[in-house]
């Protein structure tokens, strides 16, 4: 079973930075697949942040847009989500998504708290 593990969550204030790391396990290449990253707030919906294709194109939800930078290493079959200028509204559990045709599979999920 391919696996991502989310890291790079914790306790920041607000303006500052984090980067989350997606590292996928048990999988030859990830080439192909398309990766991106959701939060969940408490009480709220689970929502898009960043998804960047295979090809490279990213996509930003307009919230974060300026802010968050998604990138992908194909080598280390690891995802990143950098995150500068931190907002209380950031705070959430952040997860990873990998999407390759009908195929999708889902991290375990990281929390990021921006305090004010």
């Known amino acids: 079973q391919v696996q991502l593990v989310e890291s790079g969550g914790g306790l920041v204030q607000a303006g500052g930075s984090l980067r989350l790391s997606c590292a996928a396990r048990?999988?030859?290449?990830?080439?192909?697949?398309?990766m991106g990253w959701y939060r969940q707030a408490p009480g709220k919906q689970r929502e898009l942040v960043a998804t960047?294709?295979?090809?490279?194109?990213?996509n930003y939800a307009d919230s974060v847009l300026g802010r968050f930078t998604i990138s992908r290493d194909n080598a280390q079959k690891t995802v990143y989500l950098q995150m500068n200028s931190l907002k209380p509204e950031d705070t959430a559990v952040y997860y990873c998504?990998?999407?390759?045709?009908?195929?999708?599979?889902w991290g375990q999920g990281t929390q990021v708290t921006v305090s004010s």
């Open positions: 998504n990998a999407v390759l045709g009908s195929y999708s599979r």
């Open positions: 048990n999988i030859f290449s990830i080439n192909a697949m398309a």
């Open positions: 960047i294709t295979s090809a490279g194109s990213t």
